[in-house]
Protein backbone atom coordinates (compact mmCIF):
# COMPACT_ATOMS: atom_id res chain seq x y z
CA UNK A 1 0.00 0.00 0.00
CA UNK A 2 1.17 3.10 -1.04
CA UNK A 3 -0.01 6.65 1.30
CA UNK A 4 0.08 10.13 0.80
CA UNK A 5 -0.51 11.72 4.51
CA UNK A 6 -3.11 10.05 5.97
CA UNK A 7 -4.98 8.93 2.62
CA UNK A 8 -4.25 5.45 0.67
CA UNK A 9 -3.43 6.53 -2.70
CA UNK A 10 -6.39 5.76 -5.66
CA UNK A 11 -4.89 4.73 -8.95
CA UNK A 12 -7.58 4.56 -12.49
CA UNK A 13 -6.78 1.49 -14.81
CA UNK A 14 -3.91 3.57 -16.75
CA UNK A 15 -2.10 3.93 -12.87
CA UNK A 16 -2.76 7.65 -12.65
CA UNK A 17 -3.00 9.22 -9.58
CA UNK A 18 -6.99 9.69 -8.67
CA UNK A 19 -8.60 12.42 -5.99
CA UNK A 20 -8.73 10.74 -2.72
CA UNK A 21 -12.68 11.91 -2.34
CA UNK A 22 -14.50 14.52 -4.53
CA UNK A 23 -12.95 18.56 -4.84
CA UNK A 24 -16.47 19.71 -3.71
CA UNK A 25 -15.96 17.33 -0.17
CA UNK A 26 -12.40 18.70 -0.08
CA UNK A 27 -14.34 22.63 -0.25
CA UNK A 28 -16.33 21.88 2.28
CA UNK A 29 -13.91 19.76 5.18
CA UNK A 30 -11.98 23.01 5.20
CA UNK A 31 -14.22 25.26 5.16
CA UNK A 32 -16.11 23.95 8.15
CA UNK A 33 -12.66 23.10 9.77
CA UNK A 34 -12.45 27.42 9.72
CA UNK A 35 -16.29 27.98 11.02
CA UNK A 36 -15.37 25.79 13.81
CA UNK A 37 -11.69 26.97 14.34
CA UNK A 38 -10.58 26.33 17.64
CA UNK A 39 -10.32 29.70 20.04
CA UNK A 40 -7.49 30.56 22.29
CA UNK A 41 -8.61 30.50 25.87
CA UNK A 42 -6.08 33.27 27.16
CA UNK A 43 -7.63 35.62 25.21
CA UNK A 44 -10.78 34.41 23.39
CA UNK A 45 -9.55 35.18 19.89
CA UNK A 46 -10.16 32.43 16.85
CA UNK A 47 -6.75 30.61 15.53
CA UNK A 48 -6.84 32.20 12.89
CA UNK A 49 -6.55 35.86 14.22
CA UNK A 50 -3.02 35.35 15.78
CA UNK A 51 -1.48 32.74 13.84
CA UNK A 52 -0.14 31.65 10.90
CA UNK A 53 -0.40 27.93 11.33
CA UNK A 54 -1.19 24.88 13.73
CA UNK A 55 -0.05 21.37 14.63
CA UNK A 56 -2.61 18.25 14.28
CA UNK A 57 -1.01 16.11 16.23
CA UNK A 58 -1.79 16.70 18.69
CA UNK A 59 -3.91 19.84 17.83
CA UNK A 60 -2.21 22.61 19.10
CA UNK A 61 -1.12 26.37 17.56
CA UNK A 62 2.03 26.51 16.51
CA UNK A 63 4.29 29.58 17.80
CA UNK A 64 6.19 30.90 14.23
CA UNK A 65 5.13 34.52 13.14
CA UNK A 66 1.73 35.06 12.10
CA UNK A 67 1.09 36.67 8.17
CA UNK A 68 -2.50 38.72 8.57
CA UNK A 69 -2.38 40.69 5.82
CA UNK A 70 -1.91 38.08 3.12
CA UNK A 71 -3.88 35.63 4.91
CA UNK A 72 -6.90 37.72 5.00
CA UNK A 73 -6.85 38.76 1.86
CA UNK A 74 -6.73 35.12 0.59
CA UNK A 75 -9.58 35.31 2.71
CA UNK A 76 -11.74 37.29 1.08
CA UNK A 77 -10.53 35.61 -2.48
CA UNK A 78 -11.76 32.03 -0.58
CA UNK A 79 -15.41 34.16 0.50
CA UNK A 80 -16.08 35.54 -3.05
CA UNK A 81 -16.10 32.45 -4.50
CA UNK A 82 -17.03 29.81 -1.68
CA UNK A 83 -20.46 31.59 -0.72
CA UNK A 84 -22.08 32.01 -4.38
CA UNK A 85 -20.67 28.14 -5.05
CA UNK A 86 -22.17 27.10 -1.58
CA UNK A 87 -24.86 29.67 -0.29
CA UNK A 88 -22.90 29.77 2.87
CA UNK A 89 -23.09 33.11 4.40
CA UNK A 90 -21.58 32.84 8.16
CA UNK A 91 -18.12 33.54 6.26
CA UNK A 92 -19.10 36.80 5.72
CA UNK A 93 -18.69 37.90 9.85
CA UNK A 94 -15.69 35.45 9.99
CA UNK A 95 -14.05 37.49 6.97
CA UNK A 96 -15.30 40.93 8.41
CA UNK A 97 -13.78 40.33 11.94
CA UNK A 98 -10.29 39.80 10.21
CA UNK A 99 -10.61 42.90 7.92
CA UNK A 100 -11.26 44.76 11.06
CA UNK A 101 -8.66 43.73 13.44
CA UNK A 102 -6.31 44.13 10.40
CA UNK A 103 -7.38 47.90 10.33
CA UNK A 104 -7.32 48.20 13.74
CA UNK A 105 -3.50 47.51 14.16
CA UNK A 106 -2.72 49.57 10.86
CA UNK A 107 0.67 51.48 11.23
CA UNK A 108 -0.12 55.43 13.00
CA UNK A 109 -0.52 58.36 10.85
CA UNK A 110 2.53 59.70 11.84
CA UNK A 111 4.71 56.91 10.21
CA UNK A 112 6.34 57.55 7.09
CA UNK A 113 4.05 54.49 5.41
CA UNK A 114 0.32 55.86 7.23
CA UNK A 115 -2.43 54.06 7.65
CA UNK A 116 -1.75 50.74 6.14
CA UNK A 117 -1.87 47.70 7.42
CA UNK A 118 1.27 45.46 9.06
CA UNK A 119 2.14 41.57 6.57
CA UNK A 120 3.47 39.81 9.73
CA UNK A 121 2.79 39.68 13.71
CA UNK A 122 4.27 37.96 16.31
CA UNK A 123 2.23 34.67 17.12
CA UNK A 124 -0.26 34.27 20.05
CA UNK A 125 -1.10 37.71 20.41
CA UNK A 126 -4.00 39.24 17.81
CA UNK A 127 -1.66 42.55 17.73
CA UNK A 128 0.16 43.13 14.23
CA UNK A 129 3.34 45.21 14.00
CA UNK A 130 5.76 43.40 12.31
CA UNK A 131 8.09 40.21 13.08
CA UNK A 132 10.95 37.89 11.71
CA UNK A 133 12.16 38.58 8.50
CA UNK A 134 10.16 41.70 8.08
CA UNK A 135 11.12 42.80 11.36
CA UNK A 136 9.14 45.22 13.64
CA UNK A 137 7.52 48.31 12.16
CA UNK A 138 7.75 47.02 9.08
CA UNK A 139 5.88 46.19 6.05
CA UNK A 140 5.49 44.31 2.58
CA UNK A 141 4.02 47.00 -0.39
CA UNK A 142 2.91 44.12 -2.23
CA UNK A 143 0.37 43.06 0.88
CA UNK A 144 -1.00 46.40 1.40
CA UNK A 145 -2.05 46.42 -1.98
CA UNK A 146 -2.99 42.38 -2.02
CA UNK A 147 -5.21 43.44 0.89
CA UNK A 148 -6.02 46.34 -0.29
CA UNK A 149 -8.16 45.18 -3.26
CA UNK A 150 -9.32 42.59 -0.78
CA UNK A 151 -11.24 45.37 1.04
CA UNK A 152 -12.53 47.24 -1.73
CA UNK A 153 -13.91 43.33 -2.81
CA UNK A 154 -15.28 43.10 0.99
CA UNK A 155 -17.15 46.58 0.31
CA UNK A 156 -18.33 45.43 -3.18
CA UNK A 157 -20.12 42.34 -1.39
CA UNK A 158 -21.24 44.12 1.48
CA UNK A 159 -22.66 47.47 0.06
CA UNK A 160 -20.16 49.06 3.66
CA UNK A 161 -18.40 52.34 2.74
CA UNK A 162 -15.93 52.17 5.29
CA UNK A 163 -14.18 49.01 3.50
CA UNK A 164 -14.20 50.81 0.12
CA UNK A 165 -12.81 53.66 2.07
CA UNK A 166 -9.96 52.15 3.28
CA UNK A 167 -9.03 49.82 0.17
CA UNK A 168 -8.95 53.62 -1.38
CA UNK A 169 -6.39 54.93 1.36
CA UNK A 170 -4.12 51.96 0.49
CA UNK A 171 -3.86 52.81 -3.19
CA UNK A 172 -3.55 56.77 -2.43
CA UNK A 173 -0.17 55.76 0.08
CA UNK A 174 1.06 53.46 -2.44
CA UNK A 175 0.38 56.13 -5.44
CA UNK A 176 2.50 58.32 -3.20
CA UNK A 177 5.37 56.09 -2.79
CA UNK A 178 5.51 54.31 -6.40
CA UNK A 179 9.09 54.60 -8.08
CA UNK A 180 10.27 53.80 -11.60
CA UNK A 181 11.90 50.78 -10.62
CA UNK A 182 14.53 48.43 -12.28
CA UNK A 183 15.68 44.97 -12.78
CA UNK A 184 17.04 44.83 -9.13
CA UNK A 185 14.17 47.69 -7.69
CA UNK A 186 10.35 46.99 -7.77
CA UNK A 187 8.39 50.03 -8.26
CA UNK A 188 7.82 49.25 -4.52
CA UNK A 189 10.24 47.81 -2.12
CA UNK A 190 9.38 44.07 -0.92
CA UNK A 191 10.05 45.33 2.88
CA UNK A 192 9.84 48.54 4.06
CA UNK A 193 10.40 50.11 7.18
CA UNK A 194 6.97 52.04 8.09
CA UNK A 195 8.18 54.42 10.69
CA UNK A 196 11.36 56.01 8.15
CA UNK A 197 10.33 54.90 4.76
CA UNK A 198 13.90 52.80 4.74
CA UNK A 199 14.09 49.76 2.42
CA UNK A 200 14.35 46.76 3.72
CA UNK A 201 14.43 44.47 1.26
CA UNK A 202 14.09 46.39 -2.41
CA UNK A 203 12.54 43.74 -5.09
CA UNK A 204 9.61 41.59 -5.20
CA UNK A 205 7.96 40.88 -8.20
CA UNK A 206 4.21 40.21 -6.78
CA UNK A 207 2.75 43.61 -7.94
CA UNK A 208 -0.47 41.65 -9.45
CA UNK A 209 -2.38 42.98 -7.03
CA UNK A 210 -2.04 46.49 -6.87
CA UNK A 211 -2.95 46.34 -11.10
CA UNK A 212 -6.16 44.95 -9.80
CA UNK A 213 -6.84 47.28 -7.27
CA UNK A 214 -5.91 50.02 -8.99
CA UNK A 215 -8.05 48.91 -11.93
CA UNK A 216 -11.07 48.02 -9.52
CA UNK A 217 -11.11 51.71 -8.11
CA UNK A 218 -11.17 52.99 -11.64
CA UNK A 219 -14.28 50.70 -12.87
CA UNK A 220 -16.03 51.93 -9.33
CA UNK A 221 -15.09 55.47 -10.36
CA UNK A 222 -12.69 55.92 -6.91
CA UNK A 223 -9.94 58.03 -8.51
CA UNK A 224 -7.51 57.85 -11.72
CA UNK A 225 -4.98 55.45 -11.28
CA UNK A 226 -4.63 54.76 -14.62
CA UNK A 227 -0.75 56.40 -15.38
CA UNK A 228 0.20 54.06 -11.57
CA UNK A 229 -1.27 51.24 -13.23
CA UNK A 230 -0.57 51.32 -16.68
CA UNK A 231 3.59 52.27 -15.17
CA UNK A 232 3.21 48.68 -12.55
CA UNK A 233 2.45 46.62 -15.47
CA UNK A 234 5.03 48.07 -17.97
CA UNK A 235 7.20 47.17 -15.63
CA UNK A 236 6.13 43.82 -15.33
CA UNK A 237 6.19 43.23 -18.86
CA UNK A 238 9.65 44.98 -18.74
CA UNK A 239 11.23 42.76 -16.30
CA UNK A 240 9.75 39.48 -14.63
CA UNK A 241 8.03 38.57 -17.59
CA UNK A 242 11.27 38.70 -19.86
CA UNK A 243 13.89 37.69 -17.17
CA UNK A 244 11.51 35.23 -14.71
CA UNK A 245 12.72 36.89 -11.24
CA UNK A 246 9.52 35.50 -9.52
CA UNK A 247 10.72 35.86 -6.13
CA UNK A 248 9.36 37.91 -3.18
CA UNK A 249 5.97 36.82 -1.22
CA UNK A 250 6.41 34.96 1.89
CA UNK A 251 6.65 36.90 5.02
CA UNK A 252 8.98 34.25 6.84
CA UNK A 253 10.98 33.84 4.47
CA UNK A 254 14.88 35.34 5.10
CA UNK A 255 15.78 38.43 3.30
CA UNK A 256 17.45 38.08 -0.03
CA UNK A 257 18.99 40.93 -1.23
CA UNK A 258 20.72 39.03 -4.25
CA UNK A 259 17.36 38.05 -5.65
CA UNK A 260 18.37 34.61 -5.47
CA UNK A 261 14.96 33.01 -4.60
CA UNK A 262 12.13 31.95 -6.77
CA UNK A 263 8.69 31.08 -5.82
CA UNK A 264 5.55 30.79 -8.21
CA UNK A 265 3.24 32.53 -6.89
CA UNK A 266 3.43 36.06 -8.82
CA UNK A 267 4.40 34.04 -11.70
CA UNK A 268 0.69 32.11 -11.50
CA UNK A 269 -0.76 35.06 -10.55
CA UNK A 270 0.29 37.45 -13.26
CA UNK A 271 -0.32 34.45 -15.96
CA UNK A 272 -4.52 34.20 -14.20
CA UNK A 273 -4.42 37.80 -14.71
CA UNK A 274 -3.37 37.38 -18.77
CA UNK A 275 -5.78 34.59 -18.74
CA UNK A 276 -8.94 36.68 -17.51
CA UNK A 277 -8.20 39.81 -19.62
CA UNK A 278 -6.99 38.55 -22.15
CA UNK A 279 -8.46 40.71 -24.50
CA UNK A 280 -5.55 43.12 -23.38
CA UNK A 281 -2.98 40.82 -24.34
CA UNK A 282 -2.51 39.78 -28.22
CA UNK A 283 0.07 37.43 -26.71
CA UNK A 284 -1.89 35.92 -23.76
CA UNK A 285 -1.70 32.35 -24.95
CA UNK A 286 2.28 32.47 -25.23
CA UNK A 287 3.05 34.34 -22.04
CA UNK A 288 0.27 32.21 -20.05
CA UNK A 289 1.76 28.96 -21.71
CA UNK A 290 5.24 29.93 -20.83
CA UNK A 291 4.59 31.22 -17.12
CA UNK A 292 2.73 27.71 -16.61
CA UNK A 293 6.02 25.95 -18.16
CA UNK A 294 8.54 28.10 -16.17
CA UNK A 295 6.99 27.05 -12.76
CA UNK A 296 6.65 23.40 -13.91
CA UNK A 297 10.20 23.59 -15.14
CA UNK A 298 11.84 25.47 -11.65
CA UNK A 299 9.43 24.31 -9.05
CA UNK A 300 7.58 21.23 -10.01
CA UNK A 301 8.20 18.04 -8.51
CA UNK A 302 9.08 14.50 -9.57
CA UNK A 303 6.04 13.31 -11.35
CA UNK A 304 3.90 10.84 -8.80
CA UNK A 305 1.84 8.85 -10.95
CA UNK A 306 1.50 11.34 -13.48
CA UNK A 307 0.85 13.90 -11.08
CA UNK A 308 3.46 16.92 -10.68
CA UNK A 309 3.59 18.37 -6.96
CA UNK A 310 4.48 21.83 -7.21
CA UNK A 311 7.52 23.34 -4.44
CA UNK A 312 6.52 26.57 -2.70
CA UNK A 313 10.03 27.72 -3.53
CA UNK A 314 13.82 27.92 -4.12
CA UNK A 315 14.68 28.70 -0.42
CA UNK A 316 11.72 26.53 1.29
CA UNK A 317 11.82 23.70 -1.74
CA UNK A 318 9.16 21.30 -0.18
CA UNK A 319 6.10 20.42 -2.37
CA UNK A 320 3.25 21.90 -0.97
CA UNK A 321 -0.93 21.54 -1.75
CA UNK A 322 -2.11 25.06 -2.13
CA UNK A 323 0.98 25.69 -4.28
CA UNK A 324 -0.02 22.44 -6.57
CA UNK A 325 -3.60 23.27 -6.75
CA UNK A 326 -2.28 26.72 -8.12
CA UNK A 327 -1.08 25.44 -10.30
CA UNK A 328 -3.60 23.19 -11.22
CA UNK A 329 -6.22 26.03 -11.20
CA UNK A 330 -3.77 27.72 -13.98
CA UNK A 331 -3.77 24.55 -16.08
CA UNK A 332 -7.42 24.32 -16.05
CA UNK A 333 -8.26 27.75 -17.03
CA UNK A 334 -5.61 27.31 -20.15
CA UNK A 335 -6.98 24.51 -21.06
CA UNK A 336 -10.41 25.80 -21.10
CA UNK A 337 -9.52 28.93 -23.21
CA UNK A 338 -7.12 27.27 -25.47
CA UNK A 339 -8.85 23.51 -25.87
CA UNK A 340 -5.45 21.91 -24.54
CA UNK A 341 -5.99 18.69 -23.28
CA UNK A 342 -2.56 17.73 -22.29
CA UNK A 343 -2.83 21.22 -19.68
CA UNK A 344 -6.21 19.22 -18.76
CA UNK A 345 -4.74 16.48 -17.59
CA UNK A 346 -2.04 18.10 -16.25
CA UNK A 347 -4.49 20.19 -14.04
CA UNK A 348 -6.71 17.22 -12.92
CA UNK A 349 -3.94 15.39 -11.58
CA UNK A 350 -1.95 18.05 -9.65
CA UNK A 351 -5.01 18.51 -8.22
CA UNK A 352 -5.51 15.03 -7.75
CA UNK A 353 -2.34 15.20 -5.53
CA UNK A 354 -3.40 18.22 -3.95
CA UNK A 355 -6.55 17.09 -2.53
CA UNK A 356 -4.44 14.58 -0.31
CA UNK A 357 -3.69 17.21 1.81
CA UNK A 358 -7.20 17.40 3.49
CA UNK A 359 -8.25 15.12 5.89
CA UNK A 360 -11.86 13.94 7.33
CA UNK A 361 -11.35 16.27 10.28
CA UNK A 362 -10.82 19.51 8.76
CA UNK A 363 -7.40 19.71 9.14
CA UNK A 364 -5.63 20.00 5.60
CA UNK A 365 -1.47 19.67 6.02
CA UNK A 366 0.68 21.95 4.12
CA UNK A 367 2.96 19.17 2.71
CA UNK A 368 4.21 15.82 2.58
CA UNK A 369 7.52 16.07 4.17
CA UNK A 370 8.45 14.61 7.43
CA UNK A 371 8.95 15.69 10.38
CA UNK A 372 7.32 19.13 9.95
CA UNK A 373 5.19 19.52 7.01
CA UNK A 374 2.73 16.63 6.84
CA UNK A 375 1.16 17.16 10.05
CA UNK A 376 1.47 21.20 9.77
CA UNK A 377 -1.51 22.85 8.69
CA UNK A 378 -1.50 27.29 7.53
CA UNK A 379 -5.05 29.16 7.29
CA UNK A 380 -2.96 30.11 3.90
CA UNK A 381 -1.55 27.20 2.68
CA UNK A 382 -4.03 24.66 3.71
CA UNK A 383 -7.60 26.87 3.56
CA UNK A 384 -7.40 30.40 2.13
CA UNK A 385 -4.92 29.84 -0.61
CA UNK A 386 -6.33 26.54 -1.22
CA UNK A 387 -9.79 26.07 -1.24
CA UNK A 388 -10.49 28.88 -4.04
CA UNK A 389 -7.96 27.00 -6.51
CA UNK A 390 -10.41 24.08 -6.56
CA UNK A 391 -13.26 26.39 -7.41
CA UNK A 392 -12.04 27.92 -9.64
CA UNK A 393 -11.02 24.35 -11.16
CA UNK A 394 -14.49 23.18 -11.25
CA UNK A 395 -15.31 26.15 -12.82
CA UNK A 396 -12.57 25.54 -15.82
CA UNK A 397 -13.41 22.11 -15.32
CA UNK A 398 -17.27 21.59 -14.94
CA UNK A 399 -17.58 17.97 -15.18
CA UNK A 400 -15.67 17.87 -12.20
CA UNK A 401 -18.11 19.67 -10.14
CA UNK A 402 -20.57 17.63 -8.40
CA UNK A 403 -23.97 16.41 -10.27
CA UNK A 404 -25.62 16.18 -7.14
CA UNK A 405 -26.34 19.45 -5.89
CA UNK A 406 -26.72 23.16 -7.36
CA UNK A 407 -23.93 25.45 -7.62
CA UNK A 408 -22.55 28.46 -9.16
CA UNK A 409 -18.79 27.69 -10.11
CA UNK A 410 -17.65 31.31 -11.22
CA UNK A 411 -19.04 34.69 -11.35
CA UNK A 412 -17.37 37.83 -13.66
CA UNK A 413 -18.88 40.41 -10.74
CA UNK A 414 -19.27 40.34 -7.18
CA UNK A 415 -22.20 37.97 -5.67
CA UNK A 416 -23.59 40.12 -2.84
CA UNK A 417 -26.68 37.32 -2.32
CA UNK A 418 -27.44 33.95 -2.90
CA UNK A 419 -30.27 31.38 -2.40
CA UNK A 420 -30.57 27.51 -3.40
CA UNK A 421 -33.75 26.09 -3.11
CA UNK A 422 -35.12 22.74 -4.75
CA UNK A 423 -34.98 23.70 -9.05
CA UNK A 424 -34.58 27.08 -8.32
CA UNK A 425 -31.91 29.83 -7.41
CA UNK A 426 -32.01 33.59 -6.72
CA UNK A 427 -29.38 35.78 -6.20
CA UNK A 428 -27.96 39.38 -6.77
CA UNK A 429 -24.56 41.20 -7.81
CA UNK A 430 -22.85 44.05 -6.89
CA UNK A 431 -23.13 45.17 -10.63
CA UNK A 432 -25.46 44.72 -13.51
CA UNK A 433 -24.01 42.27 -16.39
CA UNK A 434 -20.99 40.03 -15.63
CA UNK A 435 -21.45 36.01 -16.67
CA UNK A 436 -22.17 33.45 -14.16
CA UNK A 437 -22.14 29.43 -14.74
CA UNK A 438 -23.80 26.84 -13.05
CA UNK A 439 -23.89 23.30 -12.91
CA UNK A 440 -26.93 22.75 -11.78
CA UNK A 441 -29.31 19.56 -10.82
CA UNK A 442 -32.25 20.53 -13.37
CA UNK A 443 -33.08 22.02 -16.59
CA UNK A 444 -34.06 25.87 -16.57
CA UNK A 445 -37.63 26.73 -17.75
CA UNK A 446 -37.68 30.45 -17.06
CA UNK A 447 -35.10 32.94 -16.16
CA UNK A 448 -35.85 36.01 -14.44
CA UNK A 449 -33.95 39.36 -14.48
CA UNK A 450 -34.57 42.07 -13.05
CA UNK A 451 -38.20 40.56 -13.11
CA UNK A 452 -38.19 40.47 -16.77
CA UNK A 453 -37.74 37.32 -18.85
CA UNK A 454 -34.48 36.38 -20.02
CA UNK A 455 -33.90 34.32 -23.63
CA UNK A 456 -32.56 31.46 -24.14
CA UNK A 457 -29.76 31.12 -26.67
CA UNK A 458 -27.42 29.22 -28.96
CA UNK A 459 -24.43 30.58 -27.40
CA UNK A 460 -23.43 33.97 -25.38
CA UNK A 461 -22.82 37.40 -27.14
CA UNK A 462 -23.44 40.68 -26.33
CA UNK A 463 -26.81 40.68 -25.42
CA UNK A 464 -27.99 39.23 -22.08
CA UNK A 465 -29.58 36.17 -22.49
CA UNK A 466 -28.84 32.69 -21.40
CA UNK A 467 -27.20 28.82 -22.65
CA UNK A 468 -27.93 25.95 -21.49
CA UNK A 469 -25.74 22.26 -21.84
CA UNK A 470 -28.24 19.41 -20.86
CA UNK A 471 -24.97 16.80 -20.98
CA UNK A 472 -23.30 18.68 -18.31
CA UNK A 473 -26.22 20.42 -16.89
CA UNK A 474 -24.54 23.53 -17.81
CA UNK A 475 -25.36 26.93 -17.66
CA UNK A 476 -24.07 30.00 -18.68
CA UNK A 477 -25.87 33.03 -17.69
CA UNK A 478 -25.59 36.73 -18.93
CA UNK A 479 -28.34 38.80 -17.22
CA UNK A 480 -27.28 42.71 -17.70
CA UNK A 481 -29.31 43.13 -14.49
CA UNK A 482 -28.66 42.98 -10.67
CA UNK A 483 -31.30 40.50 -9.32
CA UNK A 484 -32.02 36.89 -11.09
CA UNK A 485 -34.33 34.49 -10.19
CA UNK A 486 -34.47 31.00 -12.17
CA UNK A 487 -36.71 28.43 -12.48
CA UNK A 488 -36.65 24.61 -13.45
CA UNK A 489 -37.92 21.03 -13.43
Not at 61 to 88: E, M, Q
Not at 248 to 258: Q, S
Request: proline content about 6%; aromatic content about 14%; some cysteine.
Amino acid sequence: MIFINAHEIVLDKQERLEAWTSYDRVVHLAMDFIKNCPVDPANGLPWYLQYSCFWTDPLRPTIWPDNPAGKFAWAVTTLLKYYPYSGDASHIQIVRSMLDRLWDNRTPGHFAWPDVPYASAHPSTGIYFGSRADGEYATEPDKIAQVGKAYVDFFEMTGENKYLEIGSMCAKVLAQKINPGDETHSPWPFRVNVIDGSPVEEYTSHWIPAVRLFDTLGRLGVGDYRSIRDQVWAWIEKYPLKNNIWKGYFEDIRLDPRNENRDQVSALETARFILQNKVRFPDWQRQAKGLLDWVKATLGGHSFYTAIPIHEQKFCYFPMGSHTARFASLSALYAEQTGDVLYREQAIRSFNWASYMANDDGTVTVGVDRPDYYNQCWFTDGYFDYVPHFIDGMASLPELAPADRDHMLRSSTVVQEISYQPNQISYRTAESGGVQRFRLTFQPVHVLADGKPLAQLKMLGAEPGWVFDSVCNLLELQSGSREVHLTGR
